[in-house]
């Protein structure tokens, strides 16, 4: 079936650095690929998407890049914050197979001033 | 426009007892997905109702079952908890389209620990 891996952390990064958050997957078909990022205390929020391969996905500073050959999808932000300590976590769905949402384990990150 | 909301944000159960966990979906939005979130297991997919039918399920006991009203409304119920149980449940609503890309949108969750 499908599946996402992802770095887990923690992520300790200084305020200003630079972020990658690397995230793999395993699916068959074709499917959409999702950055959600969760606050404490909260629930999943959308930070960024991509439906098809070469398709870069963007918010906030943050990129991720659909790469179909090398079954990736990383994260990266040029200059962190503090406010973006969260746990980030990469997702697929295919919805031409009526699938649901797969996410991978989170990686938390802790930005500091 | 309001969000997905969850009710009640925080609940206490012992082992055995029986739970219902409410979400209310954003106007609109005919489907509703639930996801249940642990330390050790991550988030998984329960399932999703659509016009008040399941229309996916995870690999979850049928201790774990869900209705979905026809206003869209969605109950989620797990008998006989177990301590495992407890966790943070996420439900999401989207528009639920046969075709093309359905963004979710999640609610902040239901917080249960059973004792």
């Known amino acids: 079936g499908n599946s996402v891996t992802q770095m887990e952390g923690p992520v300790t990064l200084s305020e200003e650095a630079f972020l990658t958050i690397n995230c793999t997957y395993t699916a068959t078909g074709y499917p959409s690929l999702f950055w959600y990022v969760q606050y404490p205390g909260e629930g999943l929020q959308l930070l960024l998407k991509?439906?098809?391969?070469?398709d870069k996905g963007s918010n906030k500073g943050f990129e991720a890049t659909y790469r179909k050959e090398t079954t990736s999808f990383h994260l990266e932000k040029g200059s962190v914050q503090v406010s973006d300590s969260a746990v980030y976590f990469c997702?697929?769905?295919?919805?031409?197979?009526?699938?649901?949402?797969?996410f991978g384990p989170g990686t938390r990150l802790s930005v500091l001033p | 426009k309001a969000g997905v909301t969850q009710t009640p944000r925080y609940l206490i159960k012992t082992r055995g007892q029986q739970v219902t966990l409410s979400c209310s979906p954003i106007?609109?939005?005919?489907?509703v997905s639930w996801y249940q979130q642990t330390p050790g297991q991550g988030l998984q997919f329960l399932f999703e109702?659509?016009?008040?039918?399941?229309?996916n399920k995870g690999n979850f006991p049928g201790r774990f079952s869900g209705r979905q009203f026809s206003n869209s409304r969605s109950e989620m119920n797990v008998s006989t908890l177990e301590l495992g149980d407890s966790a943070l449940y996420l439900c999401?609503?989207?528009?639920?389209?046969?075709?093309?890309?359905?963004?979710?949108?999640f609610g902040p969750g239901t917080r249960l620990t059973v004792l």
């Open positions: 991509a439906t098809k391969a070469d």
């Open positions: 106007s609109g939005h005919r489907s």
């Open positions: 997702a697929l769905s295919d919805y031409r197979r009526g699938q649901n949402f797969v």
């Open positions: 999401a609503s989207s528009l639920g389209l046969a075709e093309g890309y359905n963004e979710q949108f």
């Open positions: 109702y659509f016009s008040e039918t399941q229309r």
